[in-house]
C-alpha cells in the first residue's frame, strides 16, 4: 500500500506483532500504545486487507466520536486512492463512510459510538479506537457479542491504560 509520502507500507516489529495476533485466529487483540506509533494507520490497512480477503466482510470502524472514527477510515480511503489496482476493486462512499467492494460482497463502514445505531450487527471485523474515550462499555459488548455470528474478530487501539473511568 502507498503511503502518504509515495513510500509502500513497512511493518515495524511491534506491528507485526500485532498482525501476528490476528493472522493466529485472535479473537480479541488489544493494543496499547502511546500516541503517534501509526495504530490507526495500521488498523486501516488491517481492514483494507481484511476487506479484499473475507467473503461478504463487515467492517466496521468505532471510536468515541464519528470524527475520531474518520480518521481511520480516512487512512484506508488514502490507500485505496493512492495504491494502483485497489480502485478497481474497491469503490469509496464518501458521503456515506463507507468503502465497499465493487462486487458489493464486503465493506468497512464507520459507525458512531452510540451503541443504540450498533445493534444487529454481526462483525467479521470490529476496530474500536480509543476506546479508554468511550463513556460506556455498551458499543465494545453489542460488537462482542456479535462476533459469534460469523467467528469475527476485534481489534481494539488505546494510547491509554485501564483504569475506573473507562470500559478499559
Known amino acids: ?18 498482525l501476528g495476533d490476528y493472522f493466529a485466529g485472535a479473537r480479541e487483540v488489544l493494543v496499547l500504545l502511546p500516541k503517534g506509533n501509526g495504530k490507526t494507520t495500521l488498523f486501516a490497512a488491517l481492514a483494507l486487507y481484511h476487506l479484499l480477503t473475507v467473503p461478504d466482510a463487515k467492517c466496521y470502524i468505532a471510536a468515541a466520536s464519528r470524527d475520531q472514527a474518520s480518521l481511520m477510515y480516512d487512512h484506508a480511503k488514502g490507500f485505496v486512492r493512492r495504491t494502483p489496482g485497489l480502485e478497481d476493486r474497491l469503490s469509496v462512499k464518501a458521503g456515506y463512510r463507507e468503502i465497499r467492494r465493487r462486487d458489493e460482497l464486503g465493506f468497512i463502514k464507520v459507525l458512531a459510538s452510540d451503541a443504540d445505531t450498533a445493534d444487529g450487527v454481526g462483525p467479521t471485523l470490529a476496530l474500536v479506537d480509543e476506546l479508554h474515550r468511550h463513556k460506556t462499555p455498551h458499543l465494545y459488548q453489542v460488537f462482542r457479542d456479535g462476533l459469534g455470528k460469523r467467528g469475527g474478530q476485534f481489534a481494539t487501539i488505546s494510547m491509554a491504560g485501564d483504569h475506573d473511568d473507562t470500559p478499559l
Open 1 to 18: 500500500m502507498q503511503t502518504e509520502n509515495g513510500g509502500s507500507l513497512d511493518l515495524e516489529d511491534w506491528q507485526r506483532q500485532v
